[in-house]
């Protein structure tokens, strides 16, 4: 089994910058990559960014390219955001699979998801 957890999450001004960290435990040998997904105010879940834990390949949603990079340090996977937009507000999680068989950007690909950390963006 695995856990996920996410912190730093909050409410910032446009423009500033945000840290996400994403604590992965139990079996995490057998994972092959980790994502993060944000899921607006009202709206479905949206791919972010990910990460393969084998290769240390990273991908990113054309939306934030430029903005945000993903990194790892042993268990825990960050999310740094810059740049914060208002359309940036929104429950951001971490997910992993052990394959992530339909592709790192979509939601279907991850087993274990994480509760959840809410960023709120303000103008």
């Known amino acids: 089994q695995v856990q996920l957890a996410e912190s730093g999450g909050g409410s910032v001004r446009a423009g500033d910058s945000l840290r996400l960290s994403c604590v992965v435990s139990?079996?995490?040998?057998?994972?092959?990559?980790v994502g993060w997904f944000r899921r607006p105010p009202g709206k479905g879940r949206e791919y972010v960014a990910s990460t393969r834990l084998t290769t240390g390949d990273r991908y990113y949603a054309d939306s934030v390219k430029g903005r945000v990079t993903i990194s790892r340090d042993r268990n825990k996977v960050f999310l740094q955001i810059s740049s914060l937009k208002t359309e940036d507000t929104g429950v951001y999680s971490c997910a992993a699979d052990p394959e992530v068989y339909y592709g790192v950007g979509h939601e279907q690909s991850y087993k274990y998801w994480g509760q959840g950390t809410q960023v709120t963006v303000f103008s």
């Open positions: 139990g079996r995490t040998s057998t994972l092959h990559a």
